[in-house]
């Protein structure tokens, strides 16, 4: 169900160019994050939230079968423009009322600046989300950002969010982090504000 929150308009921002998280190339902390996990990024992966696409090739260009789903129709349209043979297939849809075919679909779900643009009270819809996209025992990684710069008074998006709620988010809502650490790399001004998370979905019961 799509929750009642005033959020910004994804597409108007897209149209104006007002998209300063679109650096036109994937996070680096994919790279350490493959380096660490050699084995993670395969199968099938839904990347929320995507974009115009960069993380989403770069997980097609390792083997994945990636999705890229995103609310806004400006960046979905740019982002099957920017494919160049990598066979992303994107959706236009809110992770918040995932198509039906995208249910329970997922052996991993990437997370890069989608948790941080929502509001926070957000927060609980968004992992709902993701453990919908999620085959029991799917895995959620992604890097999130814990300390954005702002002015002060300014407010997000972005939204940081603390270690600790982090982690207690993933688990309140029945994943078991796994690993947790502040990644090396970034793009230039994030090194040190964000931190990668991985945690699994609980298998089903048999
Ligand atoms: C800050 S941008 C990050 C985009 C991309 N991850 C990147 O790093 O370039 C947040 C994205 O989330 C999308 N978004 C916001 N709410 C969403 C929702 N409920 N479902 C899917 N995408 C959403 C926006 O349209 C936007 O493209």
Known sequence: MKPEIASPDWNQLYE?????????LPTPVLAEVQQRHPQLFQGEV???GCGTGSDARWLAAQGCRATGVDIAPLA???????????????????????PEELRGKFDLVWEHTCLCALPPELR??????????LKGGGLV???????????????????????????GLWAEAG?????????????????????????????KAA
């Open 16 to 24: 104006t160019g007002e998209t300063p998280w679109d650096k036109g």
């Open 124 to 133: 609980k819809s968004y992992i709902q989300g993701v453990y919908a996209a």
């Open 141 to 167: 990684a992604g890097v999130f950002f814990i300390d954005p710069e702002m002015d002060p008074g300014e407010t997000g998006p972005p939204f940081g969010i603390s270690p600790e709620e982090l982690t």
């Open 46 to 48: 839904m990347v929320p």
């Open 76 to 98: 979905v349209d740019r982002a099957r423009s920017l494919d160049a043979g990598q066979g992303v297939q994107y959706v236009l849809a809110s992770l918040f009322d995932l």
């Open 175 to 203: 994943f078991r982090v796994q690993e947790s650490w502040v990644p090396t790399t970034g793009y230039p001004g994030r090194v040190g504000r964000e931190r990668v998370l991985i945690a699994a979905k609980a298998a």
